[in-house]
């Protein structure tokens, strides 16, 4: 005997079969504390000074939330400094061209960088990402 005839037939009515595949949703920016020169952003390896590190990290550590040019400067320089937030703007720009860079240059890529790297006029700066699309180790 056959194996083949163990087999129970199937019908149309049968309860079909669900395969979990457990899809897990691809993040957009990955940020690695052992490695501060660089993050990924869409899985491409971009390479970012320590500052431009430790301000991606301060705003994905309050993901959602706008940060005013004050508390950054406090945060990351100190509440001694006399930087300004033109300081901030300048690495934050950094950022996004150096992620431009890397990712092409397209309309699509720079509304969506700047769409994610988010200046808030006359208040300050935020990142901008659904909480699954960030991914903090």
């Given at each position: 005997?056959?194996a083949s005839h163990n087999l129970k037939p199937v019908s149309a009515s049968s309860p079909s079969i669900t395969v979990n595949r ?116």
């Amino acid at each position: 005997t056959s194996a083949s005839h163990n087999l129970k037939p199937v019908s149309a009515s049968s309860p079909s079969i669900t395969v979990n595949r457990n899809l897990q949703s691809v993040a957009i920016l990955q940020i690695d504390k052992h490695r501060p020169d660089r993050i990924i952003f869409e899985g491409e390896k971009i390479e970012v000074t320590a500052t431009e590190f430790s301000l991606i990290n301060l705003l994905a550590l309050h993901n959602g939330q706008v940060m005013s040019y004050e508390d950054i400067v406090k945060k990351l320089w100190g509440p001694e400094t006399n930087a300004i937030y033109s300081r901030v703007n300048y690495h934050f720009s950094k950022i996004r061209s150096t992620i431009l860079k890397t990712i092409g240059k397209s309309k699509r890529n720079k509304d969506k960088v700047k769409n994610i790297f988010k200046v808030i006029s006359r208040r300050g700066i935020m990142l901008n990402l659904e909480e699954d699309k960030l991914k903090i180790n």
